[in-house]
């Protein structure tokens, strides 16, 4: 396919050019002429920007990523790419053994059918070795202390495909575990957690590299005790994650965040629930009973935040409305930072030749079409 007279985002900037997909992969810029049998397309201007990655989703358009089956992980691939999501990691809320395998299954299931939307690219386990104190919605009788020995089973019952996880720093053994856990290929994210500043520092040293989303499930900072949201915001190795939905941050805060961070280690993320793109209504959370009123998502039993019903898309104009940065500015934030976290930037979060042909092409602030691996796999009607 020849994409003609697009504004493609290179380098940080909209360059206008023309692009050449072959086989699934970006081949070319410039000012190109179809070949005989190639598909053309006139963007007549439009802006293209690399597909977005959620690094951290439970789920949408009525389905829990714990309780999915194969083809209903495809259902929310396919709503996701209708929402500028080309990759996408399902979230494993804490849970049992037995559960937990059956969702490892689902997503080794999906990767067996024809796709039609956005790439499950592997696993996130957000849990169990997570604080009780903050445990926000994660069920805290399944909450366990560190077991390298467990998530080995989980990682080779995935084949490898589990790429993320969220720990608290605090619980014995769980600093010690992190060099184990990326030697597995398993990125490491401090989370849901108590840890003090100093726990968190050595977290850090040790090779985590992600705050779980950031501000929310973690002890914040006092002048005194900076604790983990302290180490968070000082390291400059670490990405922290942010739920940019207006309720997780105020506006202010994920100012804040960019400020202290700088914009090449924030990383939006949605943390949606299977309520994304649906009414309000009563949902599940893994175990978890939700009700969601007024796109609020929060536990039946206490009233903790359960989740977001937020999609990336909606996660990116929030960017823009809240800080008013420029789309050059915030595309990263969605792209190439989610990627070069979970080690996939060699093929994915950029428009490079050479990369997946992961794009979306944008009117404005929203999303006209959605491509995935060189096929368009959603247009606006």
């Not at 070949?35 to 829990?64: C, S």
């Not at 399902?90 to 059918?113: F, P």
């Not at 499930?217 to 949201?229: D, N, R, S, T, V």
């Not at 190439?336 to 944008?362: C, H, Q, S, T, W």
Request: hydrophobic share 40%.
């Amino acid at each position: 396919m020849l994409l003609k007279n697009g504004a493609f985002y290179l380098n940080h900037d909209f360059v206008t050019s023309d692009l050449r997909i072959t086989d699934g992969r970006i081949e070319a810029y410039g000012s190109l002429e179809a070949e005989p049998g190639e598909e053309e397309l006139d963007l007549n201007g439009k802006r293209v920007v690399p597909g977005f990655f959620d690094i951290h989703t439970h789920g949408a358009h009525g389905t829990d990523v714990n309780a999915a089956s194969p083809e209903e992980l495809e259902d929310i691939s396919c709503f996701f790419a209708s929402q500028g999501t080309t990759s996408w990691l399902g979230s494993i809320l804490t849970d049992t053994e037995e559960a937990t395998n059956r969702a490892i299954d689902a997503y080794l299931g999906w990767k067996k059918l024809p796709h039609h939307g956005a790439t499950l690219e592997g696993i996130h386990l957000e849990g169990p070795f997570l604080s009780t104190d903050y445990k926000g919605a994660m069920p805290e009788q399944l909450l366990r202390m560190p077991d390298i020995a467990l998530i080995r089973r989980y990682q080779e019952r995935a084949g490898g495909d589990i790429r993320y996880i969220t720990i608290a720093p605090e619980l014995p053994g769980a600093v010690a575990m992190i060099p184990e856990l990326k030697e597995m290929g398993i990125q490491v994210a401090i989370g849901h957690s108590g840890a003090s500043y100093e726990t968190s520092m050595e977290a850090i040293r040790y090779g985590a590299m992600a705050s779980t989303h950031t501000c929310n499930g973690m002890k914040l900072m006092h002048q005194h005790f900076p604790a983990i949201l302290g180490a968070a915001l000082e390291s400059d190795e670490l990405y922290c994650e942010m739920i940019c939905d207006g309720r997780h941050l105020h506006p202010g805060m994920v100012r804040i965040l960019i400020k202290a961070k700088g914009l090449d280690r924030v990383v939006a993320i949605t943390d949606s629930i299977m309520a994304a793109g649906l009414p309000d209504g009563r949902y599940k959370l893994g175990v978890n009973d939700v009700v969601v009123e007024k796109g609020d998502a929060k536990l039946v039993s206490d009233g903790t935040r359960a989740g977001s019903t937020l999609t990336t898309g909606q996660a990116f104009r929030n960017l823009h409305r809240f800080t008013k940065y420029s789309m050059e500015e915030i595309v990263p934030v969605l792209t190439e930072n989610p990627a070069k976290l979970i080690g996939l930037d060699k093929r994915i979060g950029y428009l490079k030749p050479g990369m997946e042909a992961n794009l979306l092409v944008l009117e404005d602030w929203h999303v006209t079409k959605t491509m995935v691996h060189g096929r368009f796999v959603y247009e606006e009607s």
